[in-house]
């Protein structure tokens, strides 16, 4: 039993030490290894953030021209509008001072005429009123006259069978007391 208490830990002394010692030499170029690629990580990261901020410089400096190219431009297109402005307005006073001088008497002397054919119209349009209401009056009146014509040519013509089957009465009754 003194034998057991001894051999199985130097067994697992022996079996650990196998191991330790694999583990070991791996473990010191593993180290190593990862040491150099986290330092090639580190330098690829440090020159991929300059390349990154060297672009960025680039495209500030780019957008900072674009940015002045556009204020010029918006200068210039504001300048050119108020001088367009200008001359729209100098044109709309010439323009003001020209119908107040030439076209304003012809325009007072166009609406007075406009009054006057205005009246006119509205004459006419009474005319034309009047004229369709006494068509309207004459159209009722033809139409009764002739509602009147055909009752009494009816009325005539009940006279005159009336006034024939008297004169045949009478003329059976004088043949009928013959």
Known sequence: MNKAYVIWPLVGLLVFGAFYLNFNRTYSEKVKTEEVRRLKEKRDRAIQEQEQRRKAIVAANDA????????????????????????????????????????????????????????????????????????????????KAEANLQTYNNLLDQLAAAEKARADAAAKAKRGSS
């Open 64 to 143: 900072q021209a674009k940015r002045i190219a556009e204020r010029e431009a918006k200068d210039k297109k504001e300048e050119e509008d108020r001088l367009a402005r200008a001359a729209l307005i100098d044109r709309r006073n010439r323009a003001f001072d020209d119908v107040n001088k030439r076209l304003r008497p012809q325009l007072e002397r166009l609406r007075n005429d406009a009054g006057e054919i205005k009246d006119q119209i509205a004459k006419i349009e009474q005319e034309k009123k009047e004229y369709s209401d006494e068509e309207v009056f004459l159209r009722s009146y033809v139409r």
